[in-house]
């Protein structure tokens, strides 16, 4: 097996390895046995896989064509709103106040009718095609405008921010017909499994892994191809490739409509596994501890992106639960000392060389003059 | 010919009153003759009569009786009766008495007789409530009591208030000739309020004229109110606008300037906040007589505080990610939630109670504007700080250096300038502005350690749209976002007139990827 495919095959192969062994511990496995995995676990393990995904799209972008969006968790998000919207649709007239078409908080705010964008939503396959197709087009608007006018570097990522701000403040109004302050919860079932059971959740937990692992190979074959090398050839030379007769822009409005999509997936599976999705996703904070997983586990490598966020997010639910006093500090160490001394990532203290060389002269380029 | 007859009643009344007329008045109460009763509740309250206030608030309390040989009673809040015509108690069955009952048109004319009785209170601040309250009843039936008041009024503002009144009851009054009306459309014209418009639309059964000349009053009247309207929008976009010039400017040398990214600059702020919370602490417990001073107390030493934590930074973090300001970013935003959670963990995680020194609260009243107090001051502030900081920049020997390291840093070390703690200064002089502006913003907004967090979006919108480097495009683009903020915010309300602006200044960025003043020549590309 050669170096390329071992980096290929083997995070997917990892990842649906300890899915497949967490299910078959929760399934096979009695609830006395001390091997036993609980339901909390799985479900925990699904939400730390979509956020993976979050991870791999956000190091897509920023680990090989140089964007650094702090506004990612808005396509997450929006991929999570659509999920929600069907999973909202298929609670019919089980909610509250058992009106057959209308959610529950449309019916609280006197709405008589399904607004238009509703339409649709309570078909899973159009559900699962908006949380694709909303984060991408998104993506494909604001990302043409942006890297058409050549907005880049820090602009970009304070506008990426605003946008994702924007959309809080947009999701926070009740009368988006999105739920406002509370957002979309209550879920019953999916596609007619009931989302409480046990083998619901293990499916879905299987169903993350087998489409992370599918947005990983996505990535991987992206990044390895021709068009990989132009990416990272836009990321350290934006200008010389330009000169050499390639159109940065193209390419990055590719990878980043390409990452909006996968981020958006990861929202989709995200919100069944979680059980919620409010405005709250949109925050600017969110965005940037996002970035924060894909800087831990190595920029510009995807399985360290996957592997910083599952760090992270198993470090958060310990500590926010054990010590929550001290979380906030320690992620803010984590940002500080990771840039400071861990520039690479985790990832590449097991690689024998780095994947991403660091640009040669970046005190004299970049540095204000 | 009636207009005659009411003057002649409006010269007779107080003679009648003194002639004793008020016992006939209070014989109409127990009558049973709702409309004597109105006339005589009228009557009663321009009269002057000593007893009339009790009386007319007894009727309208329901605690007016009478006796079978039409003695007024009044029933007190225990129980017991009072003999009006002697103000003695009075020992009474209560099978004896009966309540005297109101129908509308009473109600009407105790309302008004209400109104006007307070005309005639010594308190000069009754007597210009009760016009104002007459103004907006606009009850010809308060026309006598009106005219008897004006006529004996002193104060000149409770005259006019008074005449605007009688105005107001003159043109609703339907007998009252053409003349009287005009003059009347003329003294609300002047008033120039929206309830003056109002009140001018209103008219009943108007004449040519004076339908044409409460037209006129109406669209007069409006175009002043726009006016204000728009000034006062303007006054309070400048106000937003110099907040945000105050949060941003401390970002604009710091990204600007030296093209670090510091997110934990909303922190800085956070902590100038912190510091009047503090210095009032201190000052509450050790000095109160020093409180009004407490803000100019707050405000050096808020800055000195930010200051030398800004230094701090410099030398402990980012002088190590000079170039990467992608890592400085992260950096400095680690940095801010470390510093969030300290201030949580100290000052706990509610919000902080900052008074507002005497000076600094209340409003003035400007034309058809209402100044507050405590945005006039911000605003003024911010000019301030913007004006030293230009100042310091261009004539002393710091701003000197700091320049030339900006256009030059290679050059500006070659000349034996020490780069490294103009850096450090820089940094420092960036985030003490911030911890000045939070002193500003503690006296409007919630001291919390979510303080600055609120407020680093928008400072990096004005950063960027004024062009960064250039901080006269930063203030331009803080005055400019606020005050546009404020003309979009009654059109799409406060929050899509906030989304309105972010995505307005997104798309500026796409049309001038560098603000509003771009950095030309070299500078530009660093």
């Known amino acids: 097996m050669t170096r390329g495919s071992f980096a290929t095959f083997t995070p997917p192969a990892l990842v649906l390895a300890i899915a497949a062994l967490l299910v078959a511990g929760n399934v096979a496995l009695p609830p006395s046995s001390p091997l036993h995995v609980s339901i909390f676990v799985i479900s925990l393990a699904g939400k730390y896989l979509s956020y993976a995904m979050l991870a791999l799209a956000l190091d897509l972008v920023w680990g090989y064509a140089g964007i650094l969006s702090l506004g990612h968790a808005a396509f997450f998000a929006l991929g999570g709103y659509a999920m929600g919207m069907y999973l909202m649709r298929e609670i019919g007239t089980r909610g509250v106040y058992g009106n057959a078409t209308l959610p529950d908080f449309m019916v609280f705010l006197n709405w008589t009718e399904l607004p238009w964008y509703w339409h649709g939503f309570h078909h899973f396959a159009f559900a699962a095609l908006m949380a694709l197709v909303v984060p991408g087009s998104l993506a494909l608007v604001f990302g043409f405008l942006a890297f058409r006018s050549r907005v ?9 921010q605003a946008l994702t701000f924007a959309l809080m403040l947009a999701f926070f109004r009740n009368n988006m017909g999105f739920g406002g302050n509370n957002g979309l919860t209550d879920f019953k079932d999916i596609i007619g499994y009931p989302l409480q059971a046990d083998g619901t959740r293990d499916g879905l937990l299987l169903a993350t892994a087998l489409l992370l692992s599918l947005a990983f190979l996505c990535a991987r074959f992206v990044v390895t191809s021709r068009l990989g090398k132009i990416l990272v050839a836009v990321r350290d030379a934006e200008s010389r490739t330009r000169f050499l007769g390639y159109r940065p822009e193209s390419y990055k409005l590719f990878v980043f409509v390409l990452s909006a999509i996968i981020a958006g997936t990861g929202g989709a599976l995200y919100v069944p596994q979680v059980g919620i999705i409010n405005p709250g996703e949109f925050s600017p904070a ?17 399985a360290g992106a996957m592997l910083g966020a599952v760090l992270v997010n198993l470090g958060k639910t310990y500590f926010t639960s054990a010590l929550p006093e001290f979380w906030l500090y320690a992620l803010g160490a984590l940002f500080i000392l990771t840039t400071l001394f861990l520039p690479q990532g985790l990832i590449r203290m097991f690689a024998r060389k780095p994947a991403v060389a660091r640009p040669e002269i970046p005190s004299a380029k970049e540095r204000p003059a | 010919m009636r207009f005659a007859l009411l003057l002649l009643g409006l010269v007779l009344l107080p003679v009648l009153a003194r002639a004793g007329e008020p016992t006939d008045a209070f014989s109409a109460f127990s009558s049973g003759d709702y409309d004597a009763m109105a006339a005589a509740v009228t009557e009663l309250a321009v009269s002057g009569d000593p007893r009339a206030g009790a ?9 007016l009786y009478a006796n079978a040989a039409g003695q007024l009673l009044i029933r007190e809040a225990d129980g017991s009766f009072r003999d009006i015509a002697s103000g003695k108690p009075a020992t009474v069955d209560e099978d004896d008495v009966r309540k005297i009952r109101m129908n509308n048109a009473v109600r009407r004319a105790a309302d008004a007789a209400q109104g006007g009785l307070r005309l005639f209170a010594a308190d000069p601040a009754t007597r210009r409530l009760a016009a104002a309250a007459l103004f907006k009843s606009h009850d010809p039936a308060s026309l006598p009591a009106l005219s008897r008041a004006l006529a004996k009024e002193q104060d000149p503002s409770v005259r006019a208030l008074m005449a605007e009144a009688e105005a107001a009851a003159m043109v609703m009054s339907a007998d009252a000739p053409e003349a009287k009306k005009l003059a ?13 418009s109002a009140l001018l639309a209103s008219i009943p059964n108007p004449t040519p004229a004076v339908a044409a000349a409460a037209h006129d009053g109406v669209v007069a009247i409006q175009r002043v109110l726009q006016l204000w309207d728009v000034l006062e929008s303007v006054f309070y976009g400048l106000s937003l606008g110099s907040v945000l010039l105050l949060a941003a400017i401390g970002l604009a040398i710091t990204f600007g300037v030296m093209g670090v990214i510091n997110m934990a600059h909303g922190e800085m702020v956070m902590i100038g906040a912190y510091v009047t919370f503090v210095v009032q602490d201190v000052i509450r417990s050790e000095a109160p007589s020093l409180f009004g001073a407490s803000v100019l107390i707050a405000a050096p030493l808020a800055f000195a505080v930010a200051g030398v934590i800004g230094i ?6 980012i002088r190590f990610l000079y170039g990467r300001p992608l890592e400085t970013l992260l950096a400095t935003w680690g940095l801010s939630l470390v ?4 201030v949580r963990s100290i000052f706990g995680p509610t919000n902080r109670e900052v008074g ?10 400007l034309g058809g504007l209402t100044i507050t107090l405590n945005r006039l001051t911000i605003i003024a502030f911010a000019i301030l700080v913007f004006a030293a900081l230009m100042a310091l920049l261009r004539y002393t020997a710091l701003g000197l250096k700091m320049r030339a390291v900006t256009q030059n840093r290679a050059m500006a070390a070659a000349m034996g300038i020490r780069t490294p703690w103009i850096d450090a200064l820089t940094f420092g002089l960036g985030s003490g502005i911030a911890g000045m502006a939070g002193v500003a913003l503690s006296q409007i907004d919630n001291v919390s350690p979510n303080l600055g967090q609120s407020y680093i979006i928008d400072s990096f919108m004005v950063v960027v749209f004024g062009g960064v480097g250039n901080l006269w495009g930063t203030a331009l683009g803080a005055l400019l976002l606020g005050v546009v903020n404020k003309f979009l915010e009654p059109v799409a309300g406060a ?11 997104i798309l500026f960025i796409q049309r001038r990827p560098r603000g509003l003043f771009p950095l030309k020549g070299r500078a530009a590309e660093a």
Not at chain 2, 55 to 63: K, M
Not at chain 2, 339 to 342: D, P, R
Not at chain 2, 495 to 505: E, N
């Open chain 1, 152 to 160: 880049s570097g820090v602009y970009l990522s304070i506008i990426t």
């Open chain 1, 286 to 302: 969110n965005s940037i501890e996002a970035v924060i997983w894909v800087a831990v586990g190595g920029r510009g490598t995807l």
């Open chain 2, 55 to 63: 009386v007319i608030t007894a009727l309208q309390a329901g605690r």
């Open chain 2, 184 to 196: 009347a459309i003329a003294i609300i014209r002047a008033r120039g309020d929206l309830d003056a």
């Open chain 2, 312 to 317: 701090a930074i410099e030398r402990s973090l």
């Open chain 2, 339 to 342: 510093l969030q959670q300290a």
């Open chain 2, 356 to 365: 507002t020194p005497s000076w600094m609260s209340g409003a003035v009243p």
């Open chain 2, 495 to 505: 929050v899509l007139g906030k989304i309105a602006v972010l995505v307005l200044v």
